[in-house]
DNA sequence: TTTCATTAATTGAACGTTCAATAAAAAAAT
DNA sequence: ATTTTTTTATTGAACGTTCAATTAATGAAA
């Protein structure tokens, strides 16, 4: 029965932040949601702060997955494929608009003054960073690499929040594209030459 | 007093803000910041939803000031020096780190379940994007521009996000750079040559 | 019956707002 | 100039509401 309730209850709270805002969202309107009384999130999670954190990790968990699973079925090998791979784990995401993305937002904001919550969030930025930054070093030099790397995170995260933030006018496609073709120059900017021109 | 009341009232919002977050943020907070009681906020607001109003329309001129202030500042007027001064000034913002940039993604986050946030935010987006937008019109094509300015906007945003989130690792002059780079390449991408390379 | 899962009622703290009272400043009258 | 009146600025306490957490009671399963 836990596991069923814990992922209710994290469901739960995605779909409240999503409706009312983090701020809104008490511990009674996440129980409604899951159909399940309050009582019970003090019970499973220790409380609610136990709950926001939990709802984050997942979030974070999600995320990572959807990156190595497109990773792992690459079968080309080049730098340009791996950084692709990433791009479009990163604008799944669970859906890049919807629930979660709004959650992510939320707890972003939040992040800058619950160290619990920063500390997730860092470790996920740092991953990013990493691996976007092995990639590139793979065909730039070091510094170039570097740059590369805080460039194409911040351009994710920038195109990702304004995704949070309308959904409706958000194209994600459109986000794909920017993204791909901002790491083509990245790349191009020093003599390498994709194999496959993005369509 | 009116003025300098509401002005102190501001700045202890973003001070307040900036110490422990928007949902921390209370009014008596606020009220003890500026040296004031609790009462005098309703007074001059007419409530804490004014107040927070208010402020996020204060971090919105200033941002809108500091941009059109370095663009009235240009010798040159090519498409390139007015992005160069829309960077410039996105990155001015009443300093990029500290209080400002911490109340500006507070309030971005809470501006997706607040109408009143949502349409200060949004206006103050189109005009970043139509400003963008026309000065790449000069030089490329109409999809082209308008692709170049939602990735560079996504490009600021992402950046500055990121200042906001760690204000210690931030590096003011390195985001600079990577911006104005990532507009060079959008603009040599169709032949433009840049009259002075950024250093 | 004992244990586990859940609920519903309750508690105390914290919140934003309101308001009557006060203090300070300005204006008017003497 | 002095006093009186009026206006403005501000306070601090009280009110009603809402929250998270806790507790005791209830139901189901083993």
Redesign the pocket.
Known sequence: ??PI?RQQLIDATMAAIDEVGLG?A???RIARHAG????????YFG???GLLEATMRQILTDLSNAVAARRRALKDDSPRAHIGAIIEGNFDRSQVTGPAAKTWLAFWASSMHKPTLQRLQYVNDRRLYANLSYQFRRILPRDEARNAAQGLAAMIDGLWLRGALAPDAFDAEAARYLARSYCDQLLAHHGYTSTTPHA
Chains 1, 2 share one sequence.
């Open positions: 029965m836990e309730r809104e008490t511990i009674m399940v009384s309050a009582g019970i999130i003090s019970h409380g609610k702060d």
